[in-house]
């Protein structure tokens, strides 16, 4: 019975991909791409695949690294991604991003709002592996514009359909994402007595 009873280590990343207001699909496919557990070319079994290039660049090998922050297609929607949700980096890698993520986004009292950072940074990894999977099964692409556009407003339905805490911090991301002052709730007022 002691077994049942012991506490699992919680990694450091578990709150990037777990939690308000994350969509499930996006913050299950940031989970396994965090893991580094998808089926990225560099992962298969290459005897009955011609290439292991990249996808979305054609130009190195696919690995999660490249696939989701240096692929030159990928880079600069990070970028973008960045300017409305109020945080400016410059990691060297994945698992940089990742670990910065991990240690700068844990709670609500940042200058920027952690939850809306962990959404934009799902749904951007979410639309890349849906891209990915797009190329490979259908032939088709999106351009760059269209992904960042696609990742954009997904975050932004999400944020209209979510009651969001008022404070000045979240005030300013209301307004950067061009949202109607609606979506903010007002703090509880103590009950009368």
């Given at each position: ?19 308000k207001p994350l969509i ?170």
């Amino acid at each position: 019975m002691k077994f049942l009873n012991r506490q699992l280590a919680t990694l450091p990343w578990t709150h990037l991909a777990w939690g308000k207001p994350l969509i499930p699909k996006h913050a299950f496919t940031l989970w396994i791409a965090i893991k580094q557990k998808l089926s990225t070319l560099d992962r298969k079994c290459t005897s009955h695949i011609d290439s292991v290039t990249c996808v979305l660049c054609n130009n190195a090998l696919e690995s999660h690294d490249h696939l989701f922050y240096m692929c030159p297609f990928v880079k600069p929607l990070w970028t973008f991604i960045q300017i409305p949700c109020g945080f400016y980096i410059q990691p060297t890698n994945w698992a940089s991003l990742i670990s910065w993520a991990a240690y700068h986004w844990r709670g609500e009292g940042s200058s920027h709002s952690s939850s809306f950072s962990r959404l934009a940074l799902a749904s951007l990894v979410y639309n890349v592996w849906a891209e990915h999977n797009r190329r490979i099964f259908t032939g088709r692409k999106l351009t760059q514009n269209s992904l960042l556009h696609l990742t954009l407003d997904s975050v932004r339905a999400k944020l209209l359909s979510t009651s969001i805490k008022d404070s000045t911090t979240r005030r300013q991301i209301v307004e950067e994402w061009n949202l109607p002052s609606s979506v903010l709730r007002q703090p509880a007022k103590p009950p009368d007595i």
